[in-house]
């Protein structure tokens, strides 16, 4: 993927309601960074005002001026100084060709992970999962997936680029952000062909026509997530024992699933 096609996919200006669309995670990567500086803690009181429903982590001034690096869960975004627009993705100095979010994500990332049970790709039940297979299908990958969670239909969409992979899709509905996901998720669990159903919603927002069916491993994702400490979506567990919290893009999916 080219810089300019990178930058385009990860720099984003987002003006939304944060409870919407950042998922409210509980973890090490929580906690803010000491000591606290003055202006940084007036910044994280006028957020939580704003956004009640989401729980900041750390926040600290970026690399340009008037923007603040705010991190939610392994998210990350640069806010403007009056707490209104939010641009989402890695921050880079073209200048030196450095990426600089890339080294703090990933210290999230590894913290996000300290702090969870255990859950490797064996001890998933895929048979409550949508199974997704495309070329020879030979590498595998399992995702923990809200439908209405906006980095998950962007994660669905750099995923449709890697060949020889085989998609496990644990539908996790996050009630207390998306109330209306579960009876989403439920619909598409009872669709004939579970598969294209998920790829036709993530893809246009629209949910097959409701059908009976059981909701039971819906219901069976929903606490598996919620005894592995998975607090957000997306959330990836490679068959090669790599995990990770948030979007990937195509690049860094290929790469993961190359690692023996």
Same mark, same amino acid.
């Given at each position: 993927?080219?810089?300019?096609?990178?930058?385009?996919?990860?720099?984003?200006?987002?003006?939304?309601?944060?409870?919407?669309?950042?998922?409210?995670?509980?973890?090490?990567?929580?906690?803010?960074?000491?000591?606290?500086?003055?202006?940084?803690?007036?910044?994280?009181?006028?957020?939580?005002?704003?956004?009640?429903?989401?729980?900041?982590?750390?926040?600290?001034?970026? /690399?340009? +001026?008037? #923007?603040?690096?705010?991190?939610?869960?392994? *998210?990350? =975004?640069?806010? &403007?100084?009056? $707490?209104?627009?939010?641009?989402?993705?890695?921050?880079?100095?073209?200048?030196?060709?450095?990426?600089?979010?890339?080294?703090?994500?990933?210290?999230?990332?590894?913290?996000?992970?300290? /702090?969870? +049970?255990? #859950?490797?790709?064996?001890?998933?039940?895929? *048979?409550? =999962?949508?199974? &997704?297979?495309? $070329?020879?299908?030979?590498?595998?990958?399992?995702?923990?997936?809200?439908?209405?969670?906006?980095?998950?239909?962007?994660?669905?969409?750099?995923?449709?680029?890697?060949?020889?992979?085989?998609?496990?899709?644990?539908?996790?509905?996050?009630?207390?952000?998306?109330?209306? =996901?579960?009876?989403?998720?439920?619909?598409?669990?009872?669709?004939?062909?579970?598969?294209?159903?998920?790829?036709?919603?993530?893809?246009?927002?629209?949910?097959?026509?409701?059908?009976?069916?059981?909701?039971?491993?819906?219901?069976?994702?929903?606490?598996?997530?919620?005894?592995?400490?998975?607090?957000?979506?997306?959330?990836?567990?490679?068959?090669?024992?790599?995990?990770?919290?948030?979007?990937?893009?195509?690049?860094?999916?290929?790469?993961?699933?190359?690692?023996?």
């Amino acid at each position: 993927m080219s810089t300019y096609k990178m930058i385009n996919f990860r720099a984003r200006k987002v003006l939304a309601t944060l409870s919407l669309a950042i998922p409210v995670i509980a973890s090490a990567a929580d906690a803010p960074s000491l000591p606290a500086d003055p202006a940084a803690t007036a910044m994280r009181q006028m957020l939580a005002q704003r956004y009640p429903n989401t729980k900041f982590g750390d926040i600290q001034r970026s /690399a340009v +001026p008037g #923007l603040w690096e705010v991190w939610m869960g392994p *998210n990350v =975004a640069y806010v &403007t100084d009056e $707490g209104r627009h939010f641009v989402f993705g890695h921050l880079y100095d073209m200048q030196t060709q450095t990426d600089l979010t890339a080294a703090k994500k990933e210290q999230v990332n590894l913290r996000l992970e300290a /702090a969870k +049970p255990k #859950l490797s790709f064996a001890d998933l039940p895929l *048979n409550d =999962a949508i199974k &997704t297979v495309r $070329g020879n299908g030979q590498r595998k990958l399992a995702v923990f997936s809200d439908p209405h969670c906006p980095y998950c239909r962007d994660l669905e969409k750099e995923l449709s680029q890697i060949d020889n992979v085989t998609v496990y899709t644990f539908m996790f509905p996050i009630a207390s952000i998306h109330p209306e =996901a579960a009876s989403v998720a439920q619909s598409i669990w009872c669709a004939k062909d579970r598969p294209a159903a998920w790829k036709a919603f993530m893809a246009t927002g629209k949910a097959p026509q409701p059908q009976r069916c059981t909701s039971a491993p819906i219901e069976r994702n929903v606490e598996l997530a919620n005894k592995a400490g998975i607090g957000g979506t997306p959330y990836i567990i490679f068959a090669n024992g790599d995990k990770a919290a948030g979007l990937l893009d195509a690049a860094n999916l290929e790469r993961r699933l190359s690692r023996n």
